[in-house]
């Protein structure tokens, strides 16, 4: 496949895609469930723009070249929500459930990642959180058992 | 000593060197590239991503079929959307490429956005195409499952490979350093057995000279005692002569008696010199051992002068003065062995002086030895003399036809140093001669 026609289907995508996705500043993005203020916190996309902002460019292991992410730390996240636990249970819109330390989001810049190369995650793609952990600053990280933990499509994460 | 066997030997003493560092860094980096190759990607997990594609194509088509809700029909169609879509990415649809499947899968993904529920497209079309999807899905599980299968055991292959060539070059490296510490245990060998060769020459050689020396002793000794047997035997050969000489008068008693002296006195001579001959001897064998204990010297010395008395009252002892001593001299030694050295210094005091002189004998202490100084006022020696007087057979000059074996000093200083003690000769005050007998003090001990 060459480069223009993947531009030219790029482009064909977004223009079907974009539309489809409101980019409703009230809706729920993400809920908080377990041990947070008052056992329930949800998250806006307002919400999320009112955090601070990070980004950094990492390889990821089912992607080539290194993609630009854009979002919020995932540390930051857990403290607005008044979070107390060591382990957290993230569960992602394609029912997929992993159990995630606490620990890995103070040692690492963990990422939940809104945008990738400057356009925003749909739920279609990995949308519309990434987990996303700095894999190319820590060589531990370059392992399975953490590849495991870049969950996509997040919806929930229940804190224990 | 370098050599052309020398020069082979240290080739192959580096060659072995080089070999076990260059397999030992072969191995390690072995060792390094099967650690890294031992990593799992995510990328190798394709039965769980494309069985995943699968189940979400099945949950759409359930959805569908149930007439679920708009919103729940929506939420499925995203996700099976997003799974096509992963199977887009690029390591994954390299792994399809390869596996020869991604032919038959490109364009599903574009077909189900133009049904998208969301741009009111029919369900009814998107419900077949969905179904289809199911069967394209199905038709190809296996392929995905053993491609993954041929690439984890061809991995494992590489990974066997690379184990098989780090153990051989250890293995290498292990036979190379054997042959190392072979040569080295080799070469230390020859080193030790050089070495005690060489020991075993420099005894021999040492053997050898004090053989030589021996026998050289025993040869002047030979001739010394030869001499001196001569001059005894003479004197009782001549009075023998006179006794039995035939004519004339009877022989008178006073001439019997007087011949009977001479010849005793020079039986006596003989018997000392066999004695100090004797003793000569068995100090060569180490044969002699001193038995150590407290002796008073003033009492030894005593006794000397009385058995001198009777054995050699020709040099008249009686010039021998004792100076008075109070205060005991008690001295760690052996008295026979003693005794024999201090007769032989009275005795040479009284040789080498003039028959008239005085003999002091004295007793005194320092802070560790018990010092006897006999002091003659004879012609005295030399430096030079008193440097050679301790060799052995060396007479005192000018006084060679004076009867003595020539090894009473060496005899004394011998049985002085056995004892922890030393003999010296030092010039008298006055003129004459000083020799000391020190033995150590009882307490110093």
């Known amino acids: 496949m060459n480069l223009r026609h993947r531009i030219t289907r790029i482009a064909l995508i977004a223009a079907l895609v974009l539309p489809a996705v409101p980019v409703a500043a009230e809706s729920v993005l993400l809920t908080l469930t377990g041990a947070v203020t008052d056992g329930r916190v949800e998250l806006t996309r307002a919400d999320f723009e009112a955090m601070d902002w990070h980004e950094f460019a990492t390889s990821t292991s089912v992607t080539d070249n290194r993609p630009e992410f854009r979002g919020v730390l995932m540390r930051d996240i857990l403290t607005r929500a008044g979070a107390e636990g060591s382990h957290v249970r993230a569960t992602a819109l394609n029912d997929y459930v992993i159990d995630i330390p606490v620990a890995d989001f103070h040692r690492f810049d963990v990422l939940a990642a809104l945008y990738m190369d400057g356009v925003p995650l749909s739920p279609r793609d990995k949308g519309p959180v990434w987990i996303v952990y700095p894999r190319d600053d820590h060589g531990i990280l370059a392992d399975i058992r953490y590849d495991m933990r870049w969950v996509w499509q997040l919806v929930a994460l229940h804190v224990q | 000593m370098t050599g052309p066997r020398e020069w082979i030997r240290y080739l192959g003493l580096g060659g072995l060197v080089l070999i076990c560092l260059g397999l030992s860094g072969l191995a390690a980096w072995q060792l390094v590239q099967l650690e890294r190759q031992m990593r799992i990607d995510a990328t190798e997990n394709m039965i769980w991503v494309f069985g995943q594609t699968q189940i979400e194509a099945l949950n759409l088509a359930l959805a569908l079929s149930d007439e679920a809700a708009p919103q729940q029909v929506q939420t499925r169609f995203d996700v099976l959307l997003s799974r096509l879509t992963l199977l887009e990415g690029g390591p994954q649809r390299r792994f399809l490429e390869d596996a020869g499947i991604s032919e038959t899968l490109a364009g599903w993904r574009s077909g189900l956005l133009a049904l998208d529920p969301a741009q009111g497209a029919d369900p009814v079309a998107l419900r077949a195409y969905v179904t289809a999807l199911v069967a394209a899905l199905r038709g190809k599980a296996s392929l995905v499952m053993s491609h993954e299968w041929q690439i984890q055991a061809a991995r494992l292959d590489r990974l066997g490979h690379l184990h098989r060539l780090a153990l051989a070059s250890i293995l290498g490296a292990a036979v190379a350093g054997m042959g190392l510490a072979t040569i080295l245990i080799d070469r230390e060998r020859r080193l030790m057995k050089g070495r005690l060769d060489r020991l075993r020459a420099e005894k021999l050689a040492g053997d050898l000279e004090r053989e030589r020396e021996t026998s050289e002793n025993h040869r002047r000794f030979a001739d010394l005692i030869a001499h001196q047997l001569r001059t005894p035997l003479a004197v009782i050969d001549s009075a023998m002569h006179r006794l039995t000489r035939r004519g004339t008068d009877p022989v008178p008693p006073e001439l019997i008696s007087e011949k009977a002296a001479v010849s005793r006195e020079a039986v006596a001579r003989l018997v000392k010199l066999t004695d100090t001959a004797l003793m000569m001897s068995r100090l060569e064998r180490d044969a002699v051992l001193p038995h150590l204990s407290a002796h008073d010297l003033r009492d030894l010395v005593t006794s000397v002068i009385d058995d001198l008395v009777v054995t050699a009252q020709d040099r008249d002892p009686s010039r021998i003065r004792q100076q008075a001593q109070a205060a005991p001299m008690v001295a760690l030694c052996d008295p026979a062995l003693t005794g024999e050295i201090l007769s032989n210094l009275l005795c040479n005091?009284?040789?080498?002086?003039?028959?008239?002189?005085?003999?002091?004998?004295?007793?005194?202490?320092?802070?560790?030895?018990?010092?006897?100084?006999?002091?003659?006022?004879?012609?005295?020696?030399?430096?030079?003399?008193?440097?050679?007087?301790?060799?052995?057979?060396?007479?005192?000059?000018?006084?060679?036809?004076?009867?003595?074996?020539?090894?009473?000093?060496?005899?004394?200083r011998h049985l002085a140093r056995m004892q922890g003690g030393e003999v010296s000769l030092t010039p008298r005050a006055g003129g004459g001669l000083t020799a000391a007998l020190y033995l150590p003090r009882e307490a110093s001990a």
């Open chain 2, 349 to 412: 005091a009284l040789l080498y002086s003039p028959p008239d002189s005085r003999v002091d004998v004295g007793v005194s202490q320092t802070r560790t030895h018990i010092v006897c100084r006999v002091k003659d006022r004879g012609r005295g020696m030399s430096p030079e003399e008193i440097a050679r007087a301790f060799d052995r057979f060396r007479r005192g000059s000018g006084h060679e036809t004076l009867p003595g074996s020539g090894l009473g000093l060496t005899l004394a």
